[in-house]
């Protein structure tokens, strides 16, 4: 069982104040499968996936990485 974290918080910028929560895409995680192997870091050839580097994994891109957004 994956627990979620769902904090939130708010946060203040000079254009006003906005709230961050957990990305829904990568769950906090800020990384999400690769699109190019599905998470296997290698092709069907066994040869290691070029877009992940074998991680199996690429940064989120609805979060860029950072694993929340902003409203």
Excluded: L, Q
Excluded at 37 to 61: A, H, L, W
Aim: aromatic share 8%; with cysteine.
């Amino acid at each position: 069982m994956k627990i979620m974290w769902t904090e939130r918080r708010m946060s203040s910028m000079p254009g006003g104040v906005y709230t961050e929560h957990v990305c829904r895409h990568c769950g906090g995680s800020g990384e999400a499968s690769c699109p190019r192997c599905g998470g296997t870091g290698t092709f069907e050839t066994r040869e290691r996936c070029y877009y992940c580097n074998g991680r199996g994994y690429v940064k989120c891109d609805a979060c860029n990485g950072r694993g929340v957004v902003a409203d």
